[in-house]
Antibody, heavy 119, light 109 residues
Framework: QVQLVHSGAEVREPGASVKVFCKAS????????MHWVRQAPGQGLEWMGI????????IYAQKFQDRLTLTRDTSTSTVFMELRSLTFDDTAVYFC????????????WGQGTLVTVSS | QSALTQPASVSGSPGQSITISCIGT?????????VSWYQQHPGKAPKVIIY???NRPSGVSNRFSGSKSGNTASLTISGLQPEDEADYYC??????????FGSGTKVTV
């Protein structure tokens, strides 16, 4: 079955960077886009960005334009999310979610990675 | 890219119907039919329940239905059941190529 499995929880200090991954299985990795969405504790969902199926397009939400990088490794069916210059407000669960091209909806979602920014 | 506007909470008794609104603009909800809805139980990942305004994925109860009028999308849950108690989020594609979520609605049964 289709699965998206995240890397484990991370703790970083303010100003540092974090790189988390989401490993896909059960489907043709290069046929689907991947989105990243985050959720701060007790808050709503926030869309961060998308890397297309062939990694030929990267679209980021404006607020993350200068510190977010999405990449993918087709040899391991893994997508990576790197966020730089972390602040306390970046403490959140970070989810990956799959989209079939031209579907515009996300299914399934990974279980998420908790990133805690703490001094 | 401001969040779409949803009511913070909606409540209903078992068996009743409730409707959650999702208000956007002509650049997102009103500009096309790429609106989806997600259900999230505490501590779990979101799950899609409606896509392209009114379509239900396989396995989703037909008690969930979606619609849209102008810049407002709506999710209706009919025959409310205890397991429907969760947070619900709308999502829309934006003409800029980005996506935006609603502010979220807590449903209490």
């Amino acid at each position: 079955q289709v699965q998206l499995v995240h890397s484990g929880a991370e703790v970083r200090e303010p100003g540092a960077s974090v790189k988390v991954f989401c490993k896909a299985s059960g489907y043709s990795f290069t046929s689907y886009h991947m989105h990243w969405v985050r959720q701060a504790p007790g808050q709503g969902l926030e869309w961060m960005g998308i890397i297309t199926s062939r990694a030929d397009r990267l679209i980021y939400a404006q607020k993350f334009q200068d510190r977010l990088t999405l990449t993918r490794d087709t040899s391991t069916s893994t997508v990576f999310m790197e966020l730089r210059s972390l602040t306390f407000d970046d403490t959140a669960v970070y989810f990956c979610a799959r989209e079939a091209p031209d579907d515009y909806w996300l299914d399934p979602w990974g279980q998420g990675t908790l990133v805690t920014v703490s001094s | 890219q401001s969040a779409l506007t949803q009511p913070a909470s909606v409540s209903g008794s078992p068996g009743q119907s409730i409707t959650i609104s999702c208000i956007g603009t002509s650049s997102d909800v009103g500009g096309h039919d790429h609106v989806s809805w997600y259900q999230q139980h505490p501590g779990k990942a979101p799950k899609v329940i409606i896509y392209e305004v009114f379509n239900r994925p396989s396995g989703v109860s037909n008690r969930f239905s979606g619609s849209k009028s102008g810049n407002t999308a709506s999710l209706t849950i009919s025959g409310l059941q205890p397991e429907d108690e969760a947070d619900y989020y709308c999502n829309s594609y934006e003409t800029s190529g980005t996506y935006v979520f609603g502010s979220g609605t807590k449903v209490t049964v």
